[in-house]
C-alpha cells in the first residue's frame, strides 16, 4: 500500500520535530556547577561562564567572528541569548567578536569599564550595543555581580581614571568566586598593576587566565606566587609577538602550575565539581 504525499510529509516533520525534542533535551541539561570555558578565537581573548540555571556570562569576544563558531558548539541551536557581556577594555582582540555577537544573540547587558577608544572599529561595536538596545552598566573596583553562591568582584581600575591611551593598564581585571574555587581573569595588565594588586588583594586563585596572552611585559614572578594557580590558561594564536614568551612559560613550571593554551590545546573547558576542577579541551 503506497502512502500519500500528505502522509509522507507528515511523518517527516514528526520526526524532525522528535529530534528537535531530544536535541532540547540533552543540550539544555541543566549544569548544578560552573563552567568556564577558555575559547580557541585566535590572537585574542574570549572566556564564557555558565553559572547554574543556564546564566551565561561572556568575558571579551576575541579579534572577530571566530566566537561565533565558538558559542554554536557549546549552546544548544535554540539557544540564543546571552546574559551578561563583559568587555575587559576597549582593544580589537577583545572586543571585535562581540560586534556579530550583539547582532545575533539576545543580550541581558554590557558591562564595561566606560573606558572608550577612538578607533573605527570600537565607534562600530558602541553604535551595534545602541542600535539593539543592550543596557550598559559601568562597574569599577569594588564593584560585584553576584548571583546564587557566585561572585564575580571588580579588583581593578579605580574609578574616575584619567583618560590613557595605555588601555592595558584599565582593562577590568576580575575574581570570580564559586563556593571554594576561584578564578582570576587578567585581561591585559602588565607588571606595574600586578604590583598594585599585591598590594591590595588576596589574589590567590586556583585558575588564572595569564595577562596579554603571556607576554614577557606581564606575568611578574612575584604576581604569579601571589595568585599560585593550579590551572593557567593562556589565549593565544599565531603571531609575530612571540606570545606566550619562554620566560612566562619558565616562570609558570617553576611554580607548579598546570599550563593550557588554546593555540595547542584548543578551547579548555572547567567544571567545578565540589572539591574537584575537570578540566577537558577540544582541538
Known sequence: MKLSNRII??????IIFDGVVWAEIIFNKPNKNPELYFLNVGQGDSELVVLPGNIKVLIDGGPDNKVLGELS???????????????????????????????????????????????ASFKEFKKTVENNNVPEIILAENDRIKYQGNDFEILFPPKNLPPTKKLNDVAL??????????????????????????????????????????????????????????????????NSYGHPTKEVLAKLSDIGSKIFRTDRNGTIKLTFNDNEINIFSRK
Open 9 to 14: 510529509l507528515l511523518l517527516i516533520f514528526l
Open 73 to 119: 558548539s557549546i549552546f544548544p541551536p535554540f539557544d540564543r541569548y546571552v546574559d551578561l557581556i563583559i568587555l575587559s577594555h576597549p582593544q580589537l582582540d577583545h572586543f571585535g567578536g562581540l560586534i556579530e555577537i550583539l547582532k545575533r544573540y539576545g543580550v541581558g547587558a554590557l558591562i564595561w569599564s566606560g573606558i572608550e577608544n577612538n578607533t
Open 173 to 238: 581585571v576580575i575574581k570570580f568566586t564559586s563556593e571554594n574555587k576561584s578564578a582570576l581573569f587578567a585581561a591585559d595588565i602588565g607588571k606595574n598593576i600586578e604590583k598594585a594588586l599585591i598590594k591590595k588583594y588576596d589574589l590567590k586563585s586556583d585558575i588564572l587566565k595569564i595577562s596579554h596572552h603571556g607576554s614577557k611585559n606581564s606575568s611578574a614572578e612575584e604576581f604569579l606566587r601571589n595568585v599560585s594557580p593550579k590551572i593557567s590558561v593562556i589565549e593565544v594564536g599565531k
